[in-house]
């Protein structure tokens, strides 16, 4: 294997591992302020879909892209409404929440487009498209003849989408907003002991709302990215699973926003690696390939099982908050 | 500064429901005093502490703050007027720094480094003021509780609170502790902090405070100068001129020693919470465990009904060493002992709520033969057995197919008992039997269990209720901090002496200093 | 006293809630731009209309059966098992096993065997998680979901590498043995008009018997009596003695055993051979049907009669309506489970006020006359 097809993997698990970033993030905000969200792959799936209407029909991947986040923002909204207001099971609305993006994406686009539950290809003017960074080449025949600098240069760090710049950045801006300000402190405090804030005088049902509300944008952001990205229109379940390994990647991160791009990178450079050979030797045995897609799912389990330390999770999670004495 | 009084309530009234939880309550708490509330459980202090800290709001009634009429419909209200709350239990964010929490809902500014560099300078100035050490930068689950209470008098103090009530803060801490926050409360008094005190403790009272208010079922009955009072006349007026249940109690004829309790010790959440317990029951006596709450009484029944495993000591019963490490035993192999446990609360423990009363009659129990048909329970023999049992305990409504949770509070304990006592178990754990159970049961409970004496049972009676103690118990057992600070014989103590061991006071005998 | 009677809490909210998630999918058809009273025609005459019809609703309800009591049992312990998916293929790999072994001489000891194999291999995919749950305090709604998309690879892997016939391209084992061919409908009862064709078998008693058996374990026997005690209140269990790491093993086994049984219905008893994703979504229907039925047998069997006219109907709506996609039904299965889960106080709240204001009523009535 020489060194620009290690890039090479290495680029493809930078794109795999940006809609896992961005949902992984967004899982960040709600679950610090004490709302589990397993619905964040049906938001992804929502804003998927809608990006990739709105961008075919106007052209614009940016209407696209504000449309995808509208959808997500709505779904969020509607869990924040079972969750928050009604106090009823954040687990359950998550849940129905998945199946209602799975089946309305579909019903809708089979409405609007009829073809088959999918949107049309998106001409490149719909699309996000590949940033080449000054200096930086383009062509694999280009790159291959640079030094590795060069080739690292070009091939790993040039030629992404918007979207993917925009993802590691929030990874700082996350970290800034929980730690270093006034919202990320009353944020986290609302995660951990409601009790705590409600008797400082802040609302705690404005707090919860404005996490949830923030997921559902950063969950729309990686819809986007999926359907008018990394691919070039939206098909059926095009989110395959990607909300509950950002969820575990979460875990695995221990709600960490720096671990959390760690943890996507790792599970991005699993699919990448899975999709580019189909089995793995390693010595005498024959890694499959189906072990590379299910790896990410055994790590969690082997996280959650307190193996590789306990991951625990936000004190007040779960749980709606009830004022009492 | 004018004369008007800190704080002034007048005519303040609360019912939840059908209960009146504050009747008419006016008070007035001069500037740069300690002023107690005094009550027993359930006497209206934390209701009325809340409608003061914006919790609740009153039904009726008017709140003056330093001679101005304050409206308090939320805690942010209370903050701006200048009152702090130290709740029972701390509202602190246990994986924040001590900074960080201080600064929560009084940050200056969006960002907050500014912030935290502001309250570090105010923490260090104002732990100097008042003596308050505590490092800016710890993590609050590594400190022990009583720096956790000074981290929420900080708090309230960084908000500029002028008046702090504090709502039992000494129940969590140890002696030692506790004379330091009053250090603490001393120091804020001299600079002009008005501060009130809600406590069941007569001890802290007199320690501490200027002026006392009694309530009781609430009603505030009393407020006087602490130096024109003494324990003994709080005590009568907390406990009012209530009819005295007398219950016809013969002398105990007792028996062989039934359970016996050597050093047991119970170590729960990192906690000791026994400290090496020791005592007997004989067959055919009460043995009375008096006592504040959570000085380890709830572990030792726990710990005998199987419920929590014991890490050290032994427990015997009728000659026989039984399993305490909770490997081998648990709630239902104590019943097979002939071990009955009418638990302290019944609503968490004793009944599964939403269950019908006749499930109820069989829990704990539901292995028993004759509850059982093979395979399947027999629900037809549990029905009528507890049919059986609603008519002679006299439960009502008695109707079998009715939730728990629709029974009254006397009601529910009746259950309890009648599943437990019924039985006739060779030793009876009894915790607070008659909390929260209007007068009528609680002679009928106070009955049975008397009636179950009478039969030559062993029974371990723990309650808060200090008159329930002396009424039924051969012997009353104070517990202190997880230990026995001594017995007494209930002909030749009194409620005084009683209170005093309950506060972990040995040497004095105050029947003769008064 | 209760702030309702007990029939409006076991079947009008239920029945409101239903009836909101059917409205708002009502809305959803009329947005699409079709008629939703026509939609809701063809979709009942498609499940009912016929015995065709009745043949694949009833298909379908077996395995909404099995993976809705799967649900209900672990709700009673307050547990979410959401691995019914999970558990259910691997109860297919257990049945493809067992009838691929050995050559069984009848389908009723096969029958026997594979319910067995099943069982236990749907509950040995959930003892992971339970134990996990139990002895670590890992959320077992997490681990069941991982447990979902372990499930799902090691079924593809083995179906690939594994049971594939030698030559086939298919990821499908061979077909069982014309011996353990399960009765189908048009076997046991032609009578009533059921063809060839149709899916309906055998495997729709072993549902209903199911249903008899966890009706009796919940609420007659010791077990079923310490699994509700424990889900209503650990601290209450641990004070009658009851061991909360026991309730929460075998709870799950039990559990996982039922999603595992579906694979009865699909694998023997229709495809005859084990074949890839067989569980189709019917894993994540059970959640819906046992919140729906109130995780009660009864409640488990209408609602999934509900949603298997819904899979029938719907099949036969994306025929008839080609403007509505079949996935219509997972936008009202997704409705059912946010509105009588999620949103249960939304029903409940304002249905309390009024049954306590036609309370007062009713005792200021019969007051006054006496007075």
């Known amino acids: 294997m020489d060194f620009l097809t290690v890039l090479q993997i290495l680029d493809s698990s930078i794109r795999l591992a940006t809609p896992l970033l961005l949902a992984c993030l967004a899982g960040l905000f709600s679950e610090r302020a004490g709302i589990f969200d397993i619905g964040l792959e049906g938001k992804m799936l929502a804003a998927a879909f809608f990006s990739a209407a709105f961008a075919f029909t106007s052209g614009s991947v940016w209407v696209g892209l504000f449309a995808g986040v509208g959808a997500s923002v709505f779904l969020s909204g509607l869990h924040g409404a079972a969750s928050i207001t009604f106090r009823g099971n954040q687990l359950i609305s998550g849940v129905a929440i998945n199946f209602l993006a799975a089946g309305l994406t579909v019903v809708i686009a089979q409405t609007w487009f009829s073809q088959g539950g999918r949107t049309p290809q998106l001409p490149s003017e719909a699309r996000f498209g590949n940033i080449v960074l000054p200096g930086a080449e383009s062509t694999i025949r280009e790159i291959a003849q640079l030094g590795p600098l060069g080739q690292i240069y070009s091939e790993l760090i040039s030629g992404h989408s918007i979207l993917v710049y925009i993802a590691f950045l929030i990874v700082p801006l996350t970290w800034w907003v929980l730690f270093r300000t006034r919202f990320g402190l009353r944020l986290r405090a609302v995660g951990e002991n409601p009790a705590a804030v409600d008797t400082a005088g802040i609302s705690v049902v404005g707090m919860r709302y404005a996490a949830v509300i923030i997921c559902g944008v950063l969950c729309g952001l990686a819809g986007a990215y999926l359907a008018t990205a990394l691919n070039a229109g939206f098909v059926k379940d095009m989110s395959a699973g990607r909300g509950y390994i950002a969820l575990a990647a979460l875990i695995f991160a221990k709600w960490r926003p720096w671990y959390a791009l760690m943890a996507c990178l790792l599970f991005g450079f699993f699919d990448a690696v899975g999709n580019r050979f189909q089995n793995i030797t390693v010595g005498e045995i024959v890694v499959p390939v189906q072990f590379m897609q299910a790896l990410p799912y055994i790590l969690v389990v082997i996280v959650l099982a307190g193996l590789v330390g306990r991951a625990i999770p936000p004190r007040a999670g779960g749980e709606p908050y009830v004022k009492e004495r | ?514 | 006293m209760d702030k309702m009677p007990k029939w409006a809490d076991v079947i009008l909210i239920p029945l409101i809630s239903v009836l909101l998630a059917l409205i708002v999918s009502g809305l959803v058809v009329l947005i699409i731009g079709e008629n939703p009273i026509e939609a809701m025609q063809i979709m009942v005459r498609g499940a009912f209309g016929s015995a065709y019809g009745w043949g694949y609703t009833l298909y379908y309800a077996t395995n909404f059966i099995f993976t809705g009591l799967a649900v209900a049992v672990a709700f009673h312990a307050r547990l979410f098992n959401i691995g019914g998916e999970g558990q259910a293929a691997l109860g297919g790999l257990g049945v493809a096993i067992v009838l691929l072994s050995f050559g069984w001489p009848h389908w009723t000891i096969a029958l026997l065997a594979a319910i067995l194999g099943a069982a236990l291999f749907g509950a040995a995919w959930a003892a992971v998680p339970a134990y996990l749950q139990a002895k670590r305090g890992s959320h077992i709604v997490i681990t069941t979901i991982m447990f979902n998309f372990i499930a799902s690879a090691l079924l593809v892997y083995l179906l690939v590498n594994v049971f594939r016939v030698p030559g086939s391209m298919a990821p499908e084992s061979a077909r069982f043995a014309e011996a353990v061919h399960l009765p189908s409908a048009a076997e046991f009862a032609g009578f009533l008009g059921f063809g060839g064709s149709t899916p309906l078998n055998f495997a729709f008693f072993v549902a209903l018997v199911c249903c008899v058996l966890v009706w009796i374990l919940i609420w007659r026997t010791r077990l079923g009596y310490e699994i509700r005690a424990f889900g209503h209140s650990e601290t209450a269990a641990v004070y009658a003695g009851i061991n909360p790491t026991r309730i929460i093993m075998i709870t799950m086994l039990i559990s996982g055993g039922l999603s595992g049984m579906m694979a009865i219905n699909v694998v023997m008893g229709e495809a005859e051979r084990l074949v890839l994703d067989f569980t189709e979504g019917a894993g994540f229907v059970g959640i819906a049907v046992a919140l729906m039925g109130r995780s009660h047998p009864v409640g488990v069997v209408l609602a999934a009669l509900l949603f298997g006219a819904l899979y029938q109907g719907g099949a036969e709506l994306q025929f008839e309506m080609p403007a509505v996609s079949r996935e219509m039904i997972v936008v009202i299965q997704a409705l059912v489970i946010m509105f009588t889960g999620a949103l249960d106080n939304m029903v409940r709240m304002p249905m309390e006020k009024i049954f306590l204001s036609i309370r007062r009523s009713r005792e200021s009535g019969s007051q006054s006359p006496a007075e």
Not at chain 2, 28 to 39: A, Q
Not at chain 2, 49 to 72: P, V
Not at chain 2, 136 to 161: C, F, M, N, T, W
Not at chain 2, 345 to 363: H, K, S, Y
Request: proline residues 4%; negative net charge.
């Open chain 2, 1 to 514: 500064m004018t004369d008007a009084a800190a704080i002034e309530l007048r005519g303040i009234s609360k019912a939840f429901g059908p209960v009146q939880a504050n009747k008419d309550i006016s008070m007035s708490v001069k500037r740069g005093t300690i002023h107690g509330i005094v009550g027993e459980n359930g006497a209206g202090k934390s209701t009325l502490m809340s409608i003061l800290y914006g919790f609740y709001k009153a039904d009726r009634g008017e709140i003056f703050i330093n001679g101005q009429k304050t409206e308090i419909p939320d805690s942010q209200a209370a903050i701006r007027a200048g009152i702090g709350m130290v709740h029972q239990h701390f509202k602190l964010v246990e994986n924040f720094t001590v900074v960080e929490n201080v600064i929560l809902g009084a940050e200056d500014g969006a960002m907050l480094n500014p912030s935290i560099a502001k309250a570090r300078r105010t923490l260090k100035e104002l732990s100097e003021e008042y003596g308050l050490k505590v490092d800016p930068d710890a993590i609050i689950e590594d400190l022990s509780v009583g720096h956790q209470q000074r981290v929420e008098i900080l708090k309230q103090l960084y908000r500029h609170a002028d008046i702090l009530i504090l709502d039992e803060p000494t129940g969590v801490l140890t002696p030692a502790e506790a004379d330091q926050l009053f250090r603490i409360l001393e120091r804020l008094r001299e600079e002009g902090k008005t501060i009130v005190l809600i406590t069941h403790k007569l001890r802290e009272i007199m320690e501490i405070t200027d002026t006392v208010s009694v309530m009781r079922r609430g009603e505030m009955t009393n407020t006087v100068a602490t130096a024109s009072t003494s324990p003994a006349e709080l005590a009568e007026m907390m406990v009012g001129r209530k009819v005295l249940l007398r219950v016809e109690k013969s002398p105990a004829k007792p028996g062989d020693v039934m359970l016996k309790v050597d050093d047991l010790r119970v170590v729960r959440d990192g906690v000791e919470r026994l400290k090496g317990v020791s005592l007997h029951v004989r067959a055919g006596e009460i043995l009375g465990i008096a006592g504040v709450a959570g000085n380890g009484q709830t572990e030792l029944l726990e710990v005998l009904g199987g419920m929590i495993p014991a890490t050290g000591g032994t427990v015997t019963v009728r000659n026989e060493q039984i399993d305490v490490s909770g490997k081998h035993s648990n709630g239902q192999t104590r019943r097979a002992r002939g071990i009955g446990h009418v638990p302290e609360d019944r609503q968490d423990e004793g009944l599964i709520m939403p269950f019908e009363a006749w499930e109820n009659t069989a829990f704990g129990y539901h292995k028993d033969p004759k509850y059982n048909h093979g395979m399947l329970m027999d629900n037809a023999a549990i029905k009528a057995d507890c049919a059986d049992k609603m008519e002679r305990y006299d439960v009502r409504p008695p109707n079998p197919r009715l939730p728990a949770r629709n029974f009254s509070g006397g009601n529910q304990q009746k259950i309890v008992v009648a599943r437990e006592m019924d039985r006739a178990p060779d030793i009876l754990l009894v915790g607070q039997p008659t909390r929260g159970v209007d007068i009528g049961a609680i002679e009928f409970i106070h009955k049975e269990i008397l009636r179950l004496r009478d039969e030559g049972k062993a029974i371990l009676l723990v309650s808060v209720e200090l008159d329930e103690i002396m009424g039924l118990s051969d012997r009353i057992a104070v517990m202190f901090d997880g230990k026995i600070m001594g017995e007494r014989l209930p002909s030749e103590t009194n409620e005084n002496e009683l209170g005093l061991l309950m506060a972990g006071v040995t040497e004095t005998r105050v029947g003769g200093a008064a």
